[in-house]
Nanobody
Framework: QVQLVESGGGLVQPGGSLRLSCAASGFTFISYAMSWYRQAPGKERELVASSTPTSGRTNYADSVKGRFTISRDNAKNTVYLQMNNLKPEDTAVYYC????????????WGQGTQVTVSS
């Protein structure tokens, strides 16, 4: 049974930091690219950051470059999103996604974790 369980969201003041975690199970983690998406109220879901399985190559949305860092621990089947210098416009539900990298297959999504940036 595939599971992606996000944690680490919450309420933080502007300029603060949070670290999101996504624990994966039920599939071969090292064969999947892992990504973080977010969806704000009334907006479409957007890609925030992604990481390839073994080379660790990363990609970021322009709006978070220099502030957010994606990383993965293949031994723990976990992907992280370190978010620094948070802004009110970062407020959204954050989702982790697993995409097969070496073959065709289904994507998997987590249930999401709320991040609210407000004073």
């Amino acid at each position: 049974q595939v599971q992606l369980v996000e944690s680490g969201g919450g309420l933080v003041q502007p300029g603060g930091s949070l670290r999101l975690s996504c624990a994966a199970s039920g599939f071969t983690f090292i064969s999947y690219a892992m990504s973080w998406y977010r969806q704000a109220p009334g907006k479409e879901r957007e890609l925030v950051a992604s990481s390839t399985p073994t080379s660790g190559r990363t990609n970021y949305a322009d709006s978070v470059k220099g502030r957010f860092t994606i990383s993965r621990d293949n031994a723990k089947n976990t992907v992280y999103l370190q978010m620094n210098n948070l802004k009110p416009e970062d407020t959204a539900v954050y989702y982790c996604k697993a995409s097969p990298y070496f073959a065709y297959g289904d994507d998997y999504w987590g249930q999401g974790t709320q991040v609210t940036v407000s004073s």
